[in-house]
Every structure is written in C-alpha cells, then in structure tokens.
C-alpha cells in the first residue's frame, strides 16, 4: 500500500510500483532463509535506529533484503551498484510500498552514480553494505564527516575486497569490514551456482546462441568461472579456461578442461567470458585473432575486463545494434566480434541476475553479517575481517531445512575423537 509520504528518491516512474510489488513477492516465495531471519528480526530488532546505505543491485531480490533490514528497525538507502542491473518496477516500489530512500535508474549515466553514492553518504550511514566498495572508498576518499559515527561495512564482492584491502594495507581503512563475499556458503552457491547459470542465462537471452557444438573460452577460473564452465559443458559447448594461477590452471586441466594462453583460446573460442576482476583480460591482441561472429560477454563486476578502446579502435566506427543488447564491430577485414550488454556483468545487464533461490543464501549472510556488525564492531576493530563459521552453519542449517533436507549429527564419541590430539 502507498505511503502518504514520499521519501527523497530517483527513480525512473512511481506508477510502476504495481508491478514492482508483484515482482518483489515472487522473489519472496523463493527465499525462505531471508524470511526466517525477516521474523525474528521484526520480534528482536536487534537493528532498531541504525542508518544503512546500501549500493547493491536494486533488484526483487535486495528488496527482499532491504524489508528484512527495515523489519529488524533500520533505516535503509539504496542505490545502483550497476546502471544496466536496475529493475526500475522495483526501486518505484520501495519508494512508494515501504518509504525507502531509493536513488537508482535503469542505464543512469556514471555522472548519476556518483550523484546517487554521494547522495546516501550524505545521510551520514552508520552500515555500508557494497557491491564493490564504492560506498567506503569514496567515504574515505572524502573523509571529514562521511567517516564519523561509520560503524562499519560489509563487502559482497572480490573486486571490491582487494580495493578495501589494498586500503587496509596502507593503514587508511578506517572501520571493520566483513568480507560477506568470502563466506564458505556465498563462495559456493551464489558464485558457482548463482554466476554458473545466471552468466548464461543473460549470453543466451542476448544472443539466442546455441551452446551445443560451440567453443566457450571462459577466462577466469575462481568459484564463479567454474560454475560457468561447468554449466557450458552441460549444454553441450567444448570449453576452454585461461588462467594466470598454477593451480588454478591445474584444477581446470583435472577437471578435463582444455587450459591454454588466452591468445591461442582467441583463435579458437566462439564465445568468450571474462570472469577475472581485473582489467582488459581481452584486447586488441586478442581481437585481431578471433573468428568472424566471435561473441565477447563479461561476468566480472566492472566493464573494464574487456577492452572497448581497443574494440573500437579495430572497428574503427563500423559499429551498429543487431539486436537489443548486442553490437556488432566490424574489423578492418571484415570479421565481425559482436559485444554483449555494452561489456556490463552479462547477467545482471541482459538477464535478471541469480535466481532468487541463490540471493536467498547471500543476503541472509548480508543481514546476518549486519547484526554481528553491530553488536560486535568495537570489538572488531578497523579492518577486513572473515565471516565466522557460526553464521556460514547458521544460513547451511537454515537453507537444508528450506530443502527438506536432514543430515547426521556426531555423536558424542566423535566429537571427542575429532578434537582430541592423542
């Protein structure tokens, strides 16, 4: 039901707040781990008066999340952490259903995103909670009063761990930081399982390619990289992985991949999936190698992964839209290499992201995470800190019994025997 009041938001259209809501509530019938948490936060409010900022994906699925912050007594903002992932329907609807400060528009231009972030800092946040540190990095990039009262943040990427690291190491983070992102649970089921099918999901809904019979290169092969590769196999592809760790490599290889430079998979690959984290992985050298209908999509969290200079540069402005999220660049010699959604993260950018039942498993971390922060923070102390193992068995507990699933205890015996030294 709409409120009598507006909070201070930027959205594309309130009158989608409809069909928001119904998007919101299919995505709540999948998660039943964040609604088990959702409850005893609305009877406990261990986050009463807390002010959030969150610059996440503004999908059904993180308004699930920011309604189990705002049962458990916070007052959330919110803001893009993508401008191609923003379900406009959404972010309407959590303005006008729930008053939640929303500042988010599907395509916002870069000069908007950093309007929005500056924006929700402004409202002095005690909880980060960011989906590659743009939160905390530009706070304590602009210091002052952006960083006073900051109880701390949680991180739900690796790209943005390594910047907040690289701020740790040269003694400039300022407030404890949970790495949300490395949790045992979020590693194997929104990484692998999550990126696995959403990647794609959104390559397919793109293009409409046909897997089977094809070669996909998959360039990274972390937890996320190996979802992608493993679901590929399944449909049918031959996949190649490129790697930079040995052992990285080394599980590829074991696992029967083909592993090989990205130079000798460029010549080889039909479609090719950066999932690195870092930058222009895929470039000019690459480009001038590729076979003519090459399709290039990106699974990393930033459009850096691929190089679009380099693109355009050996297009040289022969450049169109074949179809609604896909480019096609024409090379000097004619070969086409065709881009999918502009080289954003391809599952948010052209699909709708993991599945509901996967966000399930990461945001009940995310609100978990968030308790602990507040109760523990002065203990904490400034830093990156692990997600403990009480709360990665927590959500493990939580999301078996949603399955129906029942496993062994240790008896007694076996407690002992696995912890004794003799």
């Given at each position: 039901?709409?409120?009598?009041?507006v909070?201070?938001?930027?959205?594309?259209?309130?009158?989608?707040?409809?069909?928001?809501?119904?998007?919101?509530?299919w995505?709540?019938?999948?998660?039943p781990?964040?609604a088990?948490?959702?409850e005893?936060?609305?009877?406990?409010r261990?986050l009463?008066?807390?002010?959030?900022?969150?610059?996440?994906?503004?999908?059904?699925?993180?308004?699930?999340?920011?309604?189990?912050?705002?049962?458990?007594?916070?007052?959330v903002?919110?803001c893009?952490?993508?401008?191609?992932?923003?379900?406009?329907d959404?972010?309407?609807?959590?303005v006008?259903?729930?008053?939640?400060q929303?500042?988010?528009?599907?395509?916002?231009?870069?000069?908007t995103?950093?309007e929005h972030?500056l924006?929700?800092?402004?409202?002095?946040?005690?909880?980060t909670?960011?989906d590659?540190a743009?939160?905390?990095?530009?706070a304590?990039?602009?210091?002052?009063?952006?960083?006073?009262?900051?109880?701390g943040?949680?991180?739900?990427?690796?790209?943005?761990?390594?910047?907040l690291?690289?701020?740790?190491?040269?003694?400039?983070?300022?407030?404890?930081?949970?790495?949300?992102n490395e949790?045992?649970?979020?590693?194997?089921?929104?990484?692998?399982?999550?990126?696995?099918?959403?990647?794609?999901?959104?390559?397919?809904?793109a293009?409409?390619v046909?897997l089977?019979g094809?070669t996909?290169?998959?360039?990274?092969?972390?937890?996320a990289?190996?979802?992608?590769?493993?679901?590929?196999r399944g449909?049918?592809a031959?996949?190649i992985?490129?790697?930079v760790?040995?052992l990285r490599?080394l599980e590829?290889r074991?696992?029967?991949?083909?592993?090989?430079?990205?130079?000798?998979?460029?010549?080889?690959g039909?479609?090719?999936?950066?999932?690195t984290?870092?930058?222009?992985?895929l470039r000019?050298?690459?480009?001038?190698?590729?076979?003519?209908?090459?399709l290039?999509?990106n699974?990393?969290?930033?459009?850096?992964e691929l190089?679009?200079e380099e693109?355009?540069?050996?297009?040289?402005?022969?450049?169109?839209?074949?179809?609604?999220?896909?480019?096609?660049y024409?090379?000097?010699?004619?070969?086409?290499l065709?881009?999918l959604?502009?080289?954003?993260?391809?599952?948010?950018?052209?699909?709708?992201?993991?599945?509901?039942?996967v966000m399930?498993?990461s945001?009940?971390?995310?609100?978990?995470?968030?308790e602990?922060?507040?109760?523990r923070?002065d203990?904490?102390?400034a830093?990156?800190h692990p997600?403990t193992?009480?709360?990665?068995?927590?959500?493990?507990?939580?999301?078996?019994?949603a399955?129906?699933?029942?496993i062994?205890?240790?008896?007694?015996?076996?407690?002992?025997?696995r912890?004794?030294w003799?």
């Open positions: 039901m709409a409120r009598a009041s909070p201070p938001h930027d959205v594309a259209d309130l009158a989608l707040a409809p069909e928001g809501e119904s998007r919101i509530d995505a709540a019938g999948q998660m781990v964040l088990q948490i959702r005893r936060f609305a009877a406990q261990p009463a008066g807390i002010r959030i900022a969150a610059c996440l994906h503004v999908t059904a699925e993180t308004a699930n999340l920011v309604r189990t912050l705002g049962a458990g007594g916070a007052t903002a919110l893009s952490a993508n401008p191609l992932s923003t379900q406009d959404v972010a309407a609807a959590l006008l259903d729930d008053g939640v929303v500042r988010a528009l599907r395509g916002e231009t870069l000069d995103y950093v972030v924006a929700l800092l402004e409202g002095r946040p005690q909880v909670i960011d590659g743009d939160l905390l990095v530009t304590h990039t602009t210091g002052g009063a952006l960083l006073e009262g900051l109880i943040g949680t991180e739900e990427t690796t790209t943005g761990l390594v910047r690291r690289r701020l740790e190491d040269e003694g400039k983070l300022r407030c404890p930081v949970l790495a949300v949790a045992r649970t979020e590693r194997a089921l929104n990484d692998r399982h999550g990126t696995g099918q959403s990647a794609l999901d959104g390559i397919i809904r293009s409409n046909l089977a094809n996909v290169v998959v360039v990274g092969y972390g937890w990289g190996q979802g992608i590769a493993e679901r590929a449909a049918g031959v996949v992985v490129c790697e760790e040995p490599a590829a074991m696992a029967g991949y083909e592993v090989m430079t990205s130079l000798q998979a460029a010549e080889r039909n479609v090719f999936i950066t999932v984290g870092s930058r222009r992985v000019g050298a690459h480009f001038e190698r590729m076979k003519d209908g090459a290039l999509a699974a990393g969290h930033f459009d850096v190089d679009l693109l355009a540069a050996v297009a040289a402005g022969r450049i169109r839209a074949v179809r609604p999220l896909v480019e096609e024409v090379l000097g010699d004619g070969r086409r065709n881009l959604a502009h080289g954003r993260v391809v599952n948010l950018a052209a699909a709708e992201g993991h599945p509901a039942a399930d498993v945001f009940a971390l995310q609100a978990l995470c968030i602990d922060l507040v109760r923070h203990e904490l102390g830093g990156v997600v193992a009480a709360i990665d068995r927590e959500v493990g507990r939580l999301k078996l019994a399955l129906g699933v029942e062994d205890e240790p008896t007694a015996e076996q407690e002992h025997y912890e004794s003799v």
